[in-house]
């Protein structure tokens, strides 16, 4: 009864997509901040919150298999990172026509500061043999799946939560990559994945499993529902592709979207963020057609996390007025107007339109 109730308090105040299992969007105000507080981050579980024993076993083609707890990971240096996570199927509702899948608005993104262990000092520990490929992280959560499965041999019935990494990325000390046990300051909560949960910085948050329970080095390429079925981006017109990097993107937090402004000197802010390096380049359109203006852009505070940018908009003109904000990424990708759909509705960074009235 007790965890019940510590559920629904976490819970109370995110946009519910689906009650069961709990999937949840951000408010829009959320996104304001630098970091989200952690009740306000955004959920996506595939499966109801699991059990947990609370240890962790990395083995399968290692010269020495070991069995870590929480004390264990507490024990190897202590990395701090604030991490954007954003679910790949993040604005799927915008998509014409609309893919099968959770029907996400625009808020499954957040920015939480995570402290963990580094993973490669986890697998240098345990020592991958040679043969290896590929690195499988198991989740604790398994069950009835509630979307259909992609794979043919997938079993509906009791499905579990693996994904896989390529050894030479989780291996690689800049990757960075975490088994995080706190967000925020505080232990992981049940949603987000306690006791101990992977951040991949840059991904689409698919690949940060939480509630992980193993890590197992493989010596062939692994293949699974969460990995080959879904996650895939299947394009009408070209080969299918595994969804990987955040697709760059830009936000605007300010004025909120619907909101009724006096005319005058009004700042647009806005965030932007993109798993290919920085965004370099953020600019504001004010009537809905081209017309792009450049806006003042902030460094980033930290390698993994979204970037404030800002727009000093000069609204003399009584009436309603549409606001666009188109990002660039360091390595020259820039929002589409239209992202390109793909069956199951993935990476759409099309830009945003929000709605304003000035009186
Ligand atoms: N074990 C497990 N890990 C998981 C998932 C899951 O269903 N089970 N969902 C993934 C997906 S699709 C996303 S978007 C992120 C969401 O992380 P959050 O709920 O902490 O925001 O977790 C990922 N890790
Ligand atoms: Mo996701």
């Known amino acids: 009864m007790a965890v019940a109730h510590d559920l629904e308090q976490a819970r109370a105040e995110l946009t519910v997509i689906n009650p069961a299992p709990f999937n949840a969007e951000a408010p829009a105000e959320a996104l304001t901040g630098e970091i989200t507080p952690t009740e306000l981050h955004y959920v996506r579980s595939n499966f109801a919150v699991p059990e947990h024993e609370g240890a962790l076993e990395v083995g399968g083609a290692v010269e020495h298999p070991i069995t870590l707890t929480l004390d264990d990971?507490?024990?190897?240096?202590?990395?701090?990172?604030?991490?954007?996570?954003?679910?790949?199927?993040?604005?799927?509702?915008?998509?014409?026509?609309?893919?099968?899948?959770?029907?996400?608005?625009?808020?499954?993104?957040?920015?939480?500061?995570?402290?963990?262990?580094?993973?490669?000092?986890?697998?240098?520990?345990?020592?991958?043999?040679?043969?290896?490929?590929?690195?499988?992280?198991r989740g604790a959560d398994h069950g009835r799946?509630?979307?259909?499965?992609?794979?043919?041999?997938?079993?509906r019935e009791d499905l579990r939560f693996e994904r896989a990494l390529p050894l030479t990325h989780a291996a690689d000390p800049e990757a960075e990559i975490l088994i995080a046990y706190e967000m925020n300051g505080q232990p992981l909560t049940a949603d987000h994945g306690a006791p101990f949960r992977m951040i991949v910085p840059h991904w689409y948050a698919v690949a940060s499993v939480k509630w992980l329970q193993r890590i197992e080095v493989l010596t062939e390429p692994y293949s699974g529902e969460f990995q080959t079925g879904h996650y895939i981006y299947q394009w009408p017109d070209r080969p299918h592709e595994p969804v990987a990097l955040m697709r760059v993107r830009a936000r605007i937090t300010d004025p909120a979207p619907g909101s009724v402004i006096a005319a005058g000197t009004c700042t647009v802010r806005g965030k932007a963020w993109s798993g290919s390096g920085p965004v370099t380049r953020v600019e504001v359109s004010l009537t809905g057609e081209g017309e792009w203006h450049p806006a003042q852009l902030e460094q980033p505070k930290g390698p993994y996390q979204w970037q404030d940018w800002s727009f000093e908009w000069d609204a003399a003109d009584v009436g309603r007025h549409t606001?666009?904000?188109?990002?660039?990424?360091?390595a020259g990708n820039v929002q589409p107007e239209i992202s390109p759909w793909n069956r199951l509705g993935y990476g759409n960074n099309a830009i945003e339109v929000s709605y304003v009235d000035v009186t």
């Open 73 to 137: 990971l507490r024990a190897l240096p202590a990395v701090e990172r604030a991490v954007t996570l954003e679910c790949a199927g993040n604005g799927r509702l915008e998509m014409r026509p609309l893919p099968t899948g959770e029907p996400w608005g625009d808020y499954a993104v957040s920015t939480a500061r995570w402290t963990g262990a580094l993973l490669h000092q986890v697998l240098e520990q345990a020592q991958p043999a040679p043969g290896g490929v590929e690195v499988l992280f």
């Open 145 to 155: 799946y509630h979307l259909q499965p992609i794979l043919p041999e997938t079993n």
């Open 323 to 330: 606001l666009r904000a188109r990002a660039t990424d360091t």
